[in-house]
């Protein structure tokens, strides 16, 4: 098992919980062996002991992290990815909110630590573009922070100067949110001076070496970092350290976390000012009272501040030279001394870039901040500065190492106190182990009323003069017989002698060593003080972001009240902060540092001895080795590993405790590996934990294949149910359906079997009563009937006798329809034959004679249509003239005598000019006679038999042309042209008469308007029917277009 070698190393266990013999020098043997393999990781239980390589070690790759995610923990080689890989999973999967402590003075890789915890989380959560853009933003806080609190000290070339706890907020996937960070006491006073050998805050160096020459001329600056005062005039490089670099990675970082241009652009221009007024010298003058007064040395730099920040120069160089107090509610202008002045322009240069630090942190919440109303986890991480031992120690020492005392306060706390504590109320058999409890150190400092903290405070704040002799005097008063305290009076006291303590200084004995505190400045720091001509300076600027940082500048807001010393303010932050950590479930990183040198691979082991010691790491393992690595309440053991015992599964009823018992009974555990408390298991070994957890993540493997094989068993057994049950019902639908309709046609068929036999059946027995042919004389019988019915019908209601009536009743049957067309045929013959007999011979001569009219005009020519002529009621009269009543016309007829066909007057048109004369016309049997109306002398006689033809126009007009045969003796005239009133009439005559002489039809042409010709005896002559719309009674009208063309005007 892998555990067995990284744990149980012979020469250097992993889990220094396994250490045999347990003494101080096998566990820092242990330490410094695995230190020499590069093990730079060693365990306590759970917590984890870091070395400092000072060196990069291959342990951090991607496949590392893959390594260790979801690992055992007690499975894989010590290292902190597996802390970070178990506190994620505690958090996500049993919903524990996590914190993770990383201590360990300064230089020890306490914020390396801090940054491969979060890049390890960050790898191992899911991905995607949302959660990878908050993973970014959460990292890249580092950069910038570090840029504006970080600083080169002789302890660590990259040391925190602030105090950092970050927490990451997780959604219940597992997934990072964002987070909140709180910063603690930023060391401003690195801002004015710092020791020979460490620097100033790292953002100057950067700004100088890494800003192009144009950022630097916008913002004022030289790039030789010795031109500054407040950079002691030193060289700026630093081995192993790339500046310029580091000042473009912490650009890129603010754009990923969402700083728009113009705020860096703001931030920076508020860092050169801070930078720019460490080199506002002052110089002494006097004024006319004798009085020595400060005045600005030299104004170009105030000018080019004030340029920056967008000030009125003598607003500042008011502010920086002179101070505005009160005296009986009077203000009171008084000038300041030189120390004094700069006094002011130091405390302005700090206050500035501590509260620019403030702003920045919370610049960056508001980028990774958390929307509200999300249910979050939250895995906080405390990175804050570690123990300091400097040669001369001052207020900031005091407050970091206060800070760490209580950081050991709740590892002992935690750890230590609980546990055993915890052990006796469980009534766990237990020897108790002897530890260092530091809360005496906590409560020397910090107590309410008493302690050192306080005493600063009241000192602050008591009239009257103040200074740090009596804050002295009052704490050696105090503390006279105080442990932990030691002072050049309490020694004298005792009668000790100690040359290593000034008189100026106080000593305690911190749990990590004794530290040697100098009083000067321990008043002024925590009152920290800020004359307020100087902060209403700074807010009467222009520039907003420096305006922001100094609300109390508005001259409406003037407060009497002193603010918060800096200690309050501290003890207050600290106090959240063990609030908050004692909520979290703690992981702990111890971090060591091997040697003074920052030298890589050098163990320097009276070094670490001294940590070992104070870090109380043997207690530690002692406690862990005597004590049991877990414990849990037996309701939720019982809950977790129920299913390892068919008894207790998959239901326990007895207690939880008997369930626990009898669940370990049947797990066989030797009986020293678990105590029994009164409300919770006790496990000793990790190794006993580990294996019930793999027994466990085997059982739930095998219960969810169970599961699985149940569920997919149920899900394939119902559908085949289901579809079986679907089958038989379709097939008993299709079966049935066959059936009916095979009943159907069997059914069917048998009707009509059944009603062929019984139509056999009936005729067969009823065949005898049958008498052949008795329906065909029934039907013919009926038959005849009917027609009887209809033929005496149709006698008794015959239509009228009419000819002209076409009615005729229809057929009552359909088989008598040829038969009533056929009688109705009949009946209309025989009407006309009847119609025809009762005709006289005039009248059948004269109906003759219309029927010739008929055939010869009727549709050809106009004058047929309206003349009233054709109709019977106006016969043709034939005889108009009166022959026989007119003495006057004797002659003529003499001439026509039996034989006149038609007597009336026409007119004759002249050939020669068109005009007609009115003449008498004859028609008999055999001749044409043209006769003279006065004379009634014929003029011209014409034998039918000299007719070729004649012509007529299709209009209404009376208008003929009578042609003549060439060869007759009449025609030698030439042809007639007509004009006559009964048109119709005498050309029927002509034609039936002809037909009668000569059994030959006259042609007969009814011309358009194209007309025909005729022949006359000069030539032949074109006739042109000419259509006039003229109504007159001379119409037609004939009019001789040159010689040989007639028009007729017709209509
Ligand atoms: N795991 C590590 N691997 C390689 N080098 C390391 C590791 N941890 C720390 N170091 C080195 O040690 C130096 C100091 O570490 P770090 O800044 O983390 O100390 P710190 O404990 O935060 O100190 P401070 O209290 O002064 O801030 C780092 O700059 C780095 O060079
Ligand atoms: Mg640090």
Not at 308 to 314: A, F
């Amino acid at each position: 098992m892998e555990a067995t070698t990284s744990l149980l190393d012979a020469a250097a266990v992993g889990d220094l919980v396994l250490l045999d013999p347990l003494t101080e020098e096998s566990l820092l043997h242990t330490l410094q062996e695995r230190f020499r393999h590069s093990d730079i990781y060693t365990y306590i239980g759970n917590v984890v002991i870091s070395v400092n390589p000072y060196q990069s070690l291959p342990i951090y790759t991607p496949e590392k992290v893959q390594e260790y995610h979801n690992c055992n923990f007690f499975a894989v080689k010590p290292h902190i990815y597996a802390i970070a890989d178990d506190a994620y999973r505690s958090l996500r999967d049993r919903d524990r909110d996590q914190c993770i402590l990383i201590t360990g003075e300064s230089g020890a890789g306490k914020t390396e630590a801090s940054k491969l915890v979060m890049s390890y989380v960050a790898a191992v959560c899911s991905k995607g573009e949302e959660v990878d853009k908050v993973k970014e933003q959460l990292l890249q806080s580092n950069p910038v922070l570090e840029a504006f609190g970080n600083a080169k000290t002789i302890r660590n070339d990259n040391s925190s100067r602030f105090g950092k706890y970050m927490d990451v907020e997780f959604d219940f996937k597992g997934e990072p949110l964002g987070g909140v960070i709180s910063n603690y006491l930023l060391e401003k006073s690195r801002i004015v001076r710092h020791v020979k050998g460490e620097r100033n805050f790292h953002i100057f160096y950067q700004l100088l070496a890494g800003g192009s020459a144009q950022l630097l001329q916008q913002l004022k600056l030289h790039q030789d970092c010795r031109h500054y005062g407040y950079l002691n005039r030193e060289s700026s490089g630093l081995p192993g350290m790339d500046d310029a670099a580091n000042f473009r990675a912490m650009q890129d970082a603010m754009r990923v976390i969402g700083f728009s241009p113009a705020e860096v652009t703001a931030l920076l221009e508020v860092t050169a000012v801070v930078l720019k007024l460490g080199n506002v010298q002052l110089s002494s003058s006097f004024q006319a009272s004798g009085m020595e007064a400060c005045s600005i040395a030299e104004t170009q730099e105030l000018q080019e501040i004030c340029q920056l920040i967008g000030l009125d120069p003598s607003i500042l160089e008011q502010a920086l030279c002179s101070r505005t107090v009160k005296a009986r509610d009077e203000m009171v202008r008084t000038t300041l001394s030189v120390p004094q002045g700069y006094y002011g322009r130091d405390a302005l240069a700090k206050n500035i870039y501590s509260r620019l630090f403030d702003w920045l942190v919370n610049r960056i919440n508001t980028s990774i901040q958390v929307k509200p109303g999300k249910q979050r986890k939250v895995m906080g991480v405390l990175d804050i500065y570690g123990f300091e031992i400097f040669q001369d120690n001052g207020f900031e020492q005091f407050i970091i190492n206060y800070c760490n005392e209580k950081l050991q306060q709740i590892f002992i706390l935690m750890t230590l106190k609980e546990e055993q504590e915890e052990y006796i109320r469980e009534g766990i058999q237990w020897t108790p182990v002897e530890f260092f409890d530091n809360s005496i150190i906590c409560n020397l400092i910090e107590n309410s009323k008493c302690g050192i903290l306080a005493m600063l405070d009241e000192e602050c704040l008591r009239p009257g003069v103040v200074n740090e002799d009596t804050f002295l005097t009052k704490l050696n008063q105090l503390f006279a017989t105080h442990k932990h305290y030691e002072s050049k009076e309490t020694q004298n006291a005792q009668h000790v002698m100690d040359a290593s303590l000034p008189s100026q200084c106080f000593r305690i004995h911190h749990y990590a060593g004794k530290v040697t505190y100098n009083v000067t400045g321990f008043i002024e720091k925590n009152n920290d003080l800020l004359f307020r001509d100087l902060s209403q300076a700074m807010w009467a600027s222009q520039h907003a972001l420096l305006h922001s940082l100094f609300p109390e500048g508005d001259p409406q807001k003037v407060s009497l009240k002193l603010p918060p010393t800096a200690s309050f303010q501290f003890k207050a932050s600290v106090a959240t902060l063990m609030k908050n950590l004692y909520s979290k479930n703690p992981n702990y990183i111890r971090c060591i540092k091997p040697n003074e040198t920052k030298t890589a691979m050098l163990f320097t082991p009276e070094l670490v001895l001294a940590q070992i010691r104070y870090l109380g790491l043997m207690e530690n393992v002692r406690v862990r080795r005597a004590g049991y690595a877990f414990r849990q309440l037996y309701d939720s053991f019982l809950e977790r590993y129920k299913m390892l015992s068919p008894r207790t599964w998959p239901r326990w009823t007895g207690s939880h405790r008997e369930g626990t018992e009898v669940l370990l009974a049947d797990l066989a555990f030797p009986p020293e590996e678990l105590a029994f408390g009164h409300t919770k298991i006790f496990i000793r070994s990790p190794r006993t934990l580990f294996d019930l957890e793999r027994r466990r993540q085997e059982r739930v493997a095998e219960l969810a294949t169970l599961i699985q094989k149940i569920f997919r068993g149920w899900r394939c057994r119902t559908q085949y149910q289901l579809m079986r049950k679907s089958q038989i019902i379709i097939s008993a639908w299709f079966r049935g359906h066959m059936e009916k309709n095979k009943y159907k046609q069997m059914k069917r068929s048998a009707l009509i079997i059944q009603a062929y036999a019984r139509g056999w059946k009936a005729r067969r027995a009823y065949r005898r009563y049958f008498r052949s042919g008795a329906s065909t004389r029934l039907a013919n019988f009926i038959y005849r009937r009917l027609v009887q019915k209809f033929l005496v019908g149709l006698a008794r209601n015959l239509p009228p006798l009419l000819v002209l009536d076409r009615t005729w009743p229809p057929a009552p049957y359909k088989f008598l329809a040829d038969a009533n067309q056929e009688l109705r045929s009949i009946f209309y013959r025989w009407k006309c034959k009847k119609y025809r007999e009762q005709l006289t011979p005039q009248r059948r001569a004269l109906l003759q004679a219309k029927l010739h009219a008929s055939e010869l005009f009727k549709d050809k020519k106009a004058l047929y249509s309206i003349s009233p002529v054709p109709s019977l009621q106006q016969p043709f009269q034939g005889e108009y003239l009166g022959l026989t009543q007119n003495p006057k016309y004797q002659k003529l007829h003499a001439v026509a005598k039996d034989k006149l066909v038609m007597a009336d007057t026409v007119r004759k048109v002249n050939r020669a000019n068109g005009k007609a004369v009115p003449r008498l016309l004859l028609l008999t049997t055999e001749h044409l006679v043209l006769a003279d109306p006065k004379a009634a002398q014929p003029k011209t006689v014409l034998s039918l038999g000299d007719i070729h033809s004649i012509s007529v126009t299709r209009f209404s007009d009376g208008f003929l042309a009578l042609h003549l045969k060439e060869t007759s003796t009449g025609g030698a005239k030439g042809d007639f042209l007509l004009i006559s009133d009964h048109l119709i009439e005498l050309v029927t005559r002509l034609h039936q008469t002809l037909m009668d002489a000569t059994a030959q039809a006259l042609p007969l042409h009814i011309t358009d308007q194209y007309g025909f010709s005729t022949r006359f005896p000069k030539g032949a002559m074109a006739i042109t029917v000419v259509e006039s719309d003229k109504v007159g009674s001379n119409i037609p009208v004939c009019k001789k277009r040159g010689s040989n063309k007639m028009e007729v005007l017709v209509h």
